[in-house]
């Protein structure tokens, strides 16, 4: 698995909004709790393994109504073919891999990875490296750490590059081992800067890293001074993580609820058997103050899940503008079908030990629970968020010759804050 997959896996609301009070994502793991789920019938041979994974994906995933993978059809067309393997044989296995990974490939839901034995299907990750504009881990690698091809990745040199008093924190030995956060004022203006690598700020802020700590005191100082005259939030290349952050980050810049969208989740068993939408809405942190300044968000194609549901967020602010390139495209909240009638789940039940009740399974999906629609009645899953100020970023524009870098992205930004 890449290091990027790494965190994107580790993902609370008004109570109005009551199908997003969930976490975004659980960790990358093949143990799911399988509490009110239905299916994981036995499972003896791959005809039942295929028939328990049909149709637990038919009852439990959520996007059925935007999605144009006909489902049916699929039954129609694998169900003889994993009739005819054995599952015990390790060549058969590779072929149920392929299988399952051709049933899959079209899915809209960006969260979506799939955990046959021995596999590993990720259909969203597959597409972006299609993509011959996709640039892959440019901000991805923590600072102070050289990349593969050795390059010092941007985010350790921003502090010299951009930022005059600054502060840098790595979280070195916690539940969240090399998270970074940068916080610091742009040379020569008063525009304050926040960057970190995933979304875990309020759980580091609470009783994690000290010096990740440091670094969102030193921001909200800032941002409480009065001084500040514009505000950059850069969520390129993170993952995602801790839905809690909206409300510890985004909250720490309004005075009054904000609605930004709606979620809705499963009814029932039927694939379009769904509750009403509900509002999504970001609540104030206890004192917190409007932020009234200029605002850009720096997003790309490696922001995902919580780093767009936060770019969605802020977006609705007045002064809120968005640079850099179109988002991963994974909106749906994600938790385990004990909370919804939807979500992620184990499937082909293929032993139970008897002294212990536990269960051992063929293999496991991971997949949102509850589907988001922006407030503007867009959804945007396996799409993406576009900015409103598109700037490509590539390796040859960041590491320029002679070892020097550049970011057109981040300037573009503060050149809309002058």
Not at 17 to 39: D, M, P, R, V, Y
Not at 44 to 54: A, H, I, L, T
Not at 105 to 121: A, K, N, V
Not at 229 to 254: A, E, M
Request: aromatic share 14%.
């Amino acid at each position: 698995m890449k290091n990027y997959f790494n965190h994107i896996y580790k993902y609370r609301f008004s109570i109005a909004a009551l199908f997003f009070i969930i976490l975004f994502a659980s960790s990358c793991h093949k143990e799911i709790s399988t509490t009110n789920q239905t299916g994981s019938a036995a499972a003896g041979n791959f005809s039942q393994v295929f028939e328990d994974f049909w149709t637990n994906m038919n009852n439990n995933y959520v996007f059925w109504s935007i999605d144009t993978t006909n489902w049916d059809n699929m039954h129609t067309v694998y169900a003889p073919l994993f009739a005819k393997l054995n599952l015990y044989d390790s060549a058969d296995n590779e072929k149920a891999v392929g299988y399952f990974k051709n049933m899959v490939d079209g899915l809209s839901d960006s969260h979506y990875t799939l955990f046959p034995d021995g596999g590993y299907i990720q259909p969203a990750h597959d597409r972006k490296l299609k993509n011959v504009s996709f640039i892959e881990n440019v901000f991805g690698t923590a600072p102070f750490s050289p990349s593969i091809d050795g390059h010092f990745y941007y985010t350790n040199a921003l502090d010299s590059l951009y930022l005059g008093d600054k502060i840098v924190g790595v979280d070195t030995t916690g539940d969240n081992k090399d998270m970074y956060a940068v916080a610091g004022m742009i040379t020569g203006t008063n525009d304050l800067y926040l960057s970190f690598s995933k979304f875990a700020l309020a759980a580091e802020y609470q009783g994690g890293s000290a010096k990740i700590k440091a670094v969102l005191d030193y921001f909200f100082n800032k941002l409480n001074s009065g001084t500040v005259t514009g505000l950059v939030i850069d969520v390129r290349g993170n993952g995602g993580g801790d839905i809690q952050d909206l409300n510890f980050l985004v909250g720490s810049l309004i005075s009054s609820p904000l609605q930004f969208g709606y979620t809705r989740s499963k009814s029932g068993t039927g694939r379009l058997d769904y509750t009403p939408w509900a509002p999504a809405i970001v609540t104030p942190r206890a004192g917190a103050t409007a932020f009234t300044k200029p605002i850009v968000v720096l997003a790309d194609g490696e922001s995902v899940s919580m780093a767009e549901i936060t770019t969605m967020a802020l977006k609705q602010l007045p002064n809120t503008k968005v640079v850099g390139d179109t988002t991963w495209g994974a909106n749906g909240p994600l938790t385990d079908n004990s909370v919804f009638n939807a979500g992620s789940f184990n499937f082909g039940k293929v032993f139970t030990n008897i002294e212990t009740g536990n269960a051992t399974y063929y293999g496991n999906a991971y997949t949102s629970s509850t589907m988001f629609k922006y407030i503007d009645d867009k959804i945007y899953e396996g799409k993406g968020f576009p900015p409103d100020y598109e700037v490509k970023q590539t390796l040859n524009t960041v590491f320029l010759r002679n070892n020097n870098i550049d970011d057109p992205q981040l300037d573009k930004a503060l050149s809309l804050l002058q």
